[in-house]
Every structure is written in C-alpha cells, then in structure tokens.
DNA sequence: TGTCATAGTATCAAAAAGGAAACCATAAGG
DNA sequence: CCTTATGGTTTCCTTTTTGATACTATGACA
C-alpha cells in the first residue's frame, strides 16, 4: 500500500538542508570548484558541503572531476540524468512561490512560519 | 540570490518522515479518523501523528473536522487548497520510481542505499 | 464501581543531524 | 624554512528530531 509511495526516494535527494541551494548554485553556474561552493554559501560547513555532494554524486545527479595537481582542485556539475531533476525541482519552487502567497492570504504578512 | 530558491519551501511541507505517508493515505480514503491512520501507518506514535497532522493543517493542507462528541473523533481530509498538491506529489513519485530503476541500472540490485 | 474507547498531552530518553575547530598532504613562492 | 592555497577528514560537541511511555478527560456500558 503505502510502500508504493516514492514521493520519499525523491525527498530523500532533495532533503539535507543544503541540497536544493547546492544544486541551485551548481545548475545557475554549470561547474563549481569546492571553494566556489563555499563561498558562495558561506554558512555552510566544509564537512556539510562534503557529505552533500557526496551524497548527489551516489545519485548520478552531479559529477565530481579530480583535477591531479597541487593545490587540489575538484570541479562539480550536473550530470546529464541529473538535469532530468530540473522540471521537478522547478515545479517544486513553483508552488513553494505560490504556497508563500496563500499563507499570506491565511495568516497575513507578518511571518509566514 | 539563493534566497529565490523556494523548493525548500515546498520540502518543509513535505518533509518530516511520515508526511508523504499521512497524505497518501488521506489521498487515497478521502476521510480519516485519527485512530484509522494510526492502524494504516502502524510505526507511527501519536505524538508524530499529531504534530505532522497539525503542521499540515496549519498550512492549509489538511482539515480537521472536530465532532463534539464522547469518545471523541477528529477526522481528517485533505483541503481544496491542499489537493494542489497532488500533481506535485505525482511528480516526485513518477521521479522516485524512475530514479530507483536509475540507482539498479548504475549498482546494480542489491540495496540501492 | 470498574472498564473501554478516542484523541490527544506531557515527560523523559535516545538517536540523528548539524556545526566548530583542528589537522593533513603537497607544491609554489618568498 | 615559512607561508599560502585547496579540498578535504576527523573528533568532539550541541541542537533537533524522533520515540517510548505514562497520563488525561469523558460518557457509555456491564
């Protein structure tokens, strides 16, 4: 029954706190080295920003390219299978957008939760 | 910049390890009592089926309908509003799914993590 | 009077997630 | 030598989530 529901392999990706702003910068620039990443959300942390992209490499969502030279340098972009999440992720900010507005309907302006 | 990004938005409402679930079921019967859901979705203790279902219902997702009567009973339904949400949770369950077959295609059967 | 049912709360504990800070390897440049 | 730069890893700690369990109110029914 419920088991059929997959609506969490998909969060499962998406869900980390960092993820969707990861992939944001990733898609809106193509290819990202670490430290572009890093200044680019600042807040997060070295070990965060690490186990995220780890994460999306494991899910064929982004590339990771090792350059062999000193000092390191690790370029990360999409992979063509994880532009197929592009629609989804746009859908998902599209209602996010319009989800904003009706709370503000609800509630009024003042903080949203 | 990042702070366009309203996916996270669409995750929050989403996200909490038994939402997806909750809302399938109420998807799928229409109207739920809150004991029916605690026998759809056994792991689930009443504290977690309290606290998601009031998150949904603060976000306009889910109604609750109180019968002032003894034993009490609360039923729960989605909104009209909330039924947008439908397309959406299709299109992560169609991504989930095509993304498993992805994982097995790359790993292989055994545990696709 | 005692028990059952429903829809919760309340309290405390455990587990998971996230963060801070230090450490590492190595080459280039001064 | 010493410093700087990159892309991490490791360890420890704090915060957040989740879970287990007990408890509550109230009327019906035996």
């Known amino acids: 029954m419920s088991n059929d529901c997959k609506v969490e392999t998909a969060l499962d990706i998406l869900v980390g706190k960092w993820k969707p702003v990861i992939l944001y ?3 809106s ?3 990202l080295r670490f430290s ?3 200044r ?3 807040d997060i942390t070295k070990k965060m920003l690490t186990s995220q ?3 999306l490499e494991y899910h064929d969502i982004i590339n990771r390219k090792i350059y ?3 000092p390191p340098k690790v370029e990360y972009s999409m992979t ?4 197929g999440l592009m629609p989804l992720l746009e859908s998902m900010h599209n ?3 319009a989800h904003i507005e009706h709370l503000n309907e609800i509630y009024g302006e003042e903080e949203a939760k």
Request: negative net charge.
């Open 25 to 27: 910068h990733i898609l």
């Open 29 to 31: 620039n193509g290819i």
């Open 36 to 38: 572009e990443l890093q």
């Open 40 to 42: 680019l959300i600042p």
């Open 53 to 55: 992209l780890r994460e």
């Open 68 to 70: 062999a030279q000193i």
């Open 80 to 83: 063509e299978y994880g532009k």
């Open 95 to 97: 209602w996010g957008l």
